[in-house]
């Protein structure tokens, strides 16, 4: 049972240009989205969240946007850098503090220069 | 400084062996987490502690057992390895408010 589903397991894009990684979620009780990056032989890294109540999270480069009636979010990165490239993990819980993450099975992200 | 240690990285071992994984934080912290990442990639919780408590106990046989001799510590000791086993395991802490979670670098077992 995949509650957190990212369906892109790759992804490539133009150095500069807009990065869009998707994620939907089936349980309708998350209530908070978390994204986090992964670089190889290390482990997750927090990125960026956001909570059910809002519809969009900015932190410089990173949005993520939340579209609650279709259990959908993305995260855009604007503009893309060779240090983007990772393995991007979307996670949802529900009980804002409730630490239980229920993840996705990761997009990877390549930056061409 | 390394916020979240794990030791060892990498652990190559039989089936039927017992084996152990530490875990350590030096961020003061209450809460540490056991998740493992299948060959399929899912990145699962296993065990959650707050403050030595055990809070968190998803669905995983008894052969692991976590154990927390303090709040900074979290280890996971696993009893007749079996094949399946083999994945990398990620401790974790956090503060317990957000679902920031600070993740350590892995410990890959491999069971043969």
């Known amino acids: 049972d995949q509650q957190v589903k990212q369906n892109s397991p790759s992804l490539s894009v133009q150095e500069g240009r807009i990065s869009i990684l998707n994620c939907d979620y089936t349980?309708?009780?998350?209530?908070?989205f978390l994204w986090y990056k992964k670089y190889p032989a290390e482990g997750p890294t927090f990125l960026i969240s956001?909570?059910?109540?809002?519809d969009k999270n900015e932190d410089g480069r990173f949005t993520v946007f939340l579209n609650k009636s279709a259990k959908h979010l993305s995260l855009h990165i604007v503009p893309s850098q060779p240090g983007d490239s990772a393995v991007y993990f979307c996670?949802?819980?529900?009980?804002?503090?409730?630490?239980?993450?229920?993840f996705g099975t990761g997009t990877r992200l390549t930056i061409i220069p | 400084d390394t916020a979240v240690s794990q030791t060892p990285k990498y652990l190559v071992t039989q089936m039927g062996n017992d084996k152990s994984i530490k875990c350590e934080q030096n961020?003061?912290?209450?809460?540490m987490y056991w998740y493992k990442q299948d060959s399929k990639k899912f990145l699962k919780i296993m065990f959650s502690?707050?403050?030595?408590?055990?809070?968190i106990n998803e669905t995983v046989p008894n052969r692991f057992s976590p154990k927390s001799p303090d709040k900074a510590h979290l280890n996971l000791h696993i009893n007749s390895l079996e094949l399946g086993d083999s994945a990398v395991y990620f401790c974790?802490?956090?503060?317990?408010?957000?679902?920031?979670?600070?993740f350590g670098e892995g410990s890959r077992l491999t069971v043969l």
């Open positions: 974790a802490s956090s503060r317990g408010v957000t679902g920031e979670l600070f």
């Open positions: 349980n309708s009780m998350f209530d908070y």
């Open positions: 956001i909570s059910s109540i809002k």
């Open positions: 996670a949802a819980t529900s009980n804002f503090g409730n630490e239980k993450l229920t």
């Open positions: 961020l003061g912290h209450d809460t």
């Open positions: 502690y707050n403050n030595k408590e055990l809070i």
